[in-house]
């Protein structure tokens, strides 16, 4: 079966297939509005979004994973069109804000970064991203992974990142911390230990009927660029082995 994945901010449709290949099963990956090639449209909302990621669904439903944003997104989706989504795979992600207060000063951050990115420029607002505390590896990158990471995050349009940033970021909302018990399909959450996300990943998983939670120690919020190889047993024990096990156990860092 298909397995459709949901990329995260900055990011684009090539990570999820490299990453997810050992599992041995057909991966579509959806590129996001806002990111690579693709632009972020002036009515786009987070609704538009869920709405396609669920026509890229069979209407039996489908297995559906999304990191960080697409992980949101993926969310949205899960309960806006619950006939497509078989299973839920939520990587480093939340449902947004937890209050009506939350989500406004959340839009006020997004705005803020939105506009650094339109008055400097994507460097300089790459390396304020990559400085971000709660975006930061649980251990130092080798550098080849690190230079890999910074020219995905470079190749993007600033104009599109920014867009995203205002009609997709959590500033955006609603909150769906309300909507949580509305999930009946099985829902596999999964944070670094050293993740500020794993939070609301606890928090989450005592709502949903029925998730499981798996913390990967050593890890921080990139977990597919940081543990790869526990993310994808993890993986292989939700969503079952079609592939080779031992070419799962043994993924590296790419």
Known sequence: MTLLAIHGFTEDDSVWPRVLAPLGRKIRALLLPGHGWRPCPPT???TAVAAEIASQ????????????????????SALDHPARVRRLVLIAAGPGPASPEDVAQRR????????????????PFIARWEAMPALRPALPWPSAVEA????????HDPRG??????????????????????????VL????QQDPSLQAGTAMARR???????????????????????LLLALAGFLGREGDPEAVEDASIR
């Open 189 to 192: 959450l999964v944070y670094g």
């Open 108 to 123: 006020i951050t997004d705005e803020r970064l939105a506009e650094s990115l339109e008055d400097s420029g994507l460097g």
């Open 44 to 46: 786009l909302d987070a």
């Open 208 to 230: 949903l009927p029925h998730a499981r939670l798996v913390a990967i120690p050593g890890a921080g919020h990139i977990i597919h660029r940081e543990k790869p190889g526990d």
């Open 161 to 186: 990142l920014a867009a995203s940033l205002r009609f997709l970021g959590q500033g955006a909302g609603p909150a769906l911390w309300d909507r949580l018990a509305e999930l009946t399909v099985p």
């Open 148 to 155: 890999s990471i910074r020219a995905r995050r470079l190749s």
């Open 57 to 76: 669904l069979p209407e039996t439903g489908g297995d559906l994973l999304g990191y960080s944003l697409g992980g949101r997104l993926a969310l949205r």
